[in-house]
């Protein structure tokens, strides 16, 4: 069995046409007929029937496509993760305050010491970012919360704190005068939510469970994905949200939104990097996780 020949099966079933797969493939369609048929004989099974008008794919052609897909996957991380070595490329899955609040600082300082090393990144929600790295999509996640998952490493690096913000208007700047601040007050007005999956939104969910509040309680204004939309949201009047004091600075300084600090037990979050716990670092790897972990000690 060859990759080639895995190639060309993956291909004709996904067209359902060898002559379709063959020109996907940029060969011949006589060549992945013999790909497909040497691959029968080989398993000694009936992978695909073919008809004048069309082809079907047989119970074990399709637990054979399910398999040669990982196969595939896993052959192509593979050659990335060496490519990467090579190249100094390191693929970084980032969750939403890592990717927008601590990668554009931390990068280039690396960058002015580290010379020659490249970064690929991708954002998405924690959830999507653990995920993906138990299927070695990424050499290092950095993410909004801790998981447990065995095959990965997971160590904290940066202390965060979640708030809440409302716009600036009198009743807020009243409220804001108010001590201690009254946090259950603050949570009748209509509320802007992260996703589900976000770290983020977890870390909310920690708070108002310690209020015994629940979703259902509260006025739900919008559900949003994006952290800056969420804050312009705010600050042009549409409800209040619970959010990272990292992503609320620059709006805050700026006099766009209030700031209202949480209980110190509920506002605590770690950021952490996340790894393949079985897998050795390369070296350049080694030196950019020591790098981020001594970044969120300063």
Sequence with gaps: MELKQLKSYIAVVECLSFTKAAKKLFLSQPTVSTHIQKLEEELHTRLIKRTTKQIEVTPRGQELYDCACEMLKRWDNLQQHWDSE????IR??????????????LLPA??????GTYFSIYQSNSQEIIARMQQGDFDIGLIGMHTHEDSLACIPFYQDRMVIITPVNEYFLSLKQQ?????????????ILREKRSGSRKSADRFLESLH????????????????AIKNLVAQGLGISILSECAARNF????RILVFALPEKTAQRSLCVIYPKNDMPHPCLQQFISYVLQYGAE
């Excluded at 090579?86 to 490329?89: D, V």
């Excluded at 970084?92 to 600082?105: D, R, W």
């Excluded at 001590?179 to 509320?191: D, G």
């Excluded at 805050?252 to 006099?255: G, M, P, S």
């Design 86 to 89: 090579t190249r100094k490329i």
């Design 92 to 105: 970084i899955g980032a969750s939403t305050i890592p990717s927008a609040y601590i990668l554009p600082q």
């Design 110 to 115: 690396y960058g002015n010491t580290h010379p």
């Design 179 to 191: 001590e201690p601040i009254p946090l259950k007050t603050l949570l009748r007005s209509p509320v």
């Design 213 to 228: 509040i629940q979703e259902k309680d509260l006025q739900v204004a919008a559900r949003i994905n994006d952290q800056e």
């Design 252 to 255: 805050e300084q700026e006099k």
